[in-house]
DNA sequence: ATAATAGTGTCTATCAGACATTATCTG
DNA sequence: CAGATAATGTCTGATAGACACTATTAT
């Protein structure tokens, strides 16, 4: 349709793109970091995947998985092929969450985050990687305006605290999270803001789509669904009320198995 | 506190940065596209501002304001720079809605974009602006299914049709909208898709923010404020429904105003 | 005066929150 | 058998949807 139209300089859609010099502008660098979240074997919490940098800026700190986006990938992609080579993780939910551009904050060059929540049913073990890389799964509290990060295994212990504050957008005002470090050790970068951010979006998105099942089999017990709802949500339900919130999203297979919590058979379901 | 930590090279974080080199990866070029809406003065309709390209690719189509992220600015500042000289429009409400990041998505070369939804409550006259540059407000309809951007003014008349689609991510299904042309005229690259996911994120966030009042004066009356809703939401209220609903986020000023719509004077509200 | 619209009252169905009770299983 | 927990019943208060009515005012 546009293909014999001439511009300005009577050049053809053809021309133009040919003698196009992408140098113009200064680029910056785009890397995907990723929240990584599953429950314990005995969904007695949540854990979060962290890697230890191995060069600077934030040398021998944790940090949120994530990469550079090759130049033949979507977002999406590299964070999936990031989510792979890093950490082994497949059959993941994978959603983006926010887009990061501080011009400062990364200390090196002009990089900008495309941040994702990645939601798996299992803990998988973590390999050390390659190059000196350090990955390890860490107990995840985020409640009563904090989060907790720690692994005793390693003696690690993140910790900070979240306050809320009003900000303006126009003339209207909204309220958000502002952390503060309360321990010695620190995430790197920005990455508390995209652990908050990614709750945020969770939390709110928990009301209206079937998130949480990504993080149980595809056969699941309805108490042990329960208990992920409440992780996620970070407060208790009660019984009859769940049950008859996701009645008609859930399907009985006629069939018990075996609750992850609890000690008695239990009907089994699979997600409509 | 990692100043004298020392990397596998034997460089400090400060001799690190000094001869960091940042053309190891290939980078993108990143913009911001803006969905910029305001009412009509009459409160009859929504209007959505577009820009006719004056260059390839995509020569004489409209596509959303926008342009390329400067070095020193985030995303955010550069949303708000552009509206600025692109359309004189200042004291918007402004967020981001996604990322997009097709490799092929600007036939020139890889460009990011990172889209922002911006909610205006005047609709400023604009200007031919510099450059060959046009720009103007077109009638926006969004509902039944369908995407209706039209100008009689200037004959211009762009729709897309709305289907529902399912989608998996892990192993959850999901449904989006997939959008298909239905005119001969069509937006610039995937502009369509931007103006879906904002309007995806405005209605949603129409249930738990103040964002309509954004598109209504500091001062305004309860009728007008309906109407906004309205106008955003796609459908019509129950006036004695919705003052119960907004009773705790508005403050009479025991003042009367004219209402845009309607012909008798009622009370003005601001928001708390 | 009257038509239009600002503003309020109220009925109902639905739903979330909160316990209570029964049924069933495992040790 | 006994304690635990799976599964269901039901009461209450809050809220969204729907409609009806009264009060006020611009022409």
Known sequence: MTQTLKDKNGL???EFLAQ?????????????????LGPKKDLSGLRILLIKRGGHPFLNCWALPGGFVHPDETCYEAAKRELREET???????????????????????????????????IVPVRGGDDALEAAWFDFEYDDGMIHIFNEDIGVDIQYELTTKRFKNGHIKYPNLVPTLKTKTMLAFDHVEIII???KKIRKEIEYTDLPFSMADVKFTLPDLQVIYELLLGHKLY?????????????PLGEKGKSIIGRRMSELYILK
Chains 1, 2 share one sequence.
């Open 12 to 14: 053809t859609e053809e």
């Open 197 to 199: 951010e990614a709750m």
């Open 88 to 122: 082994g993780v497949k059959d993941v939910y994978l959603e983006q969450v926010y887009t990061f551009s501080k011009p400062d904050r990364d200390p090196r060059t002009r990089v900008m985050s495309v941040a994702y929540m990645a939601l798996t049913n299992k």
């Open 239 to 251: 019984k009859a009320n769940f049950r008859i919130m996701i009645a008609d999203r859930v399907e």
């Open 20 to 36: 196009y010099d992408p140098g113009d502008y200064p680029r910056p660098s785009v890397t995907v970091d990723m929240l990584l």
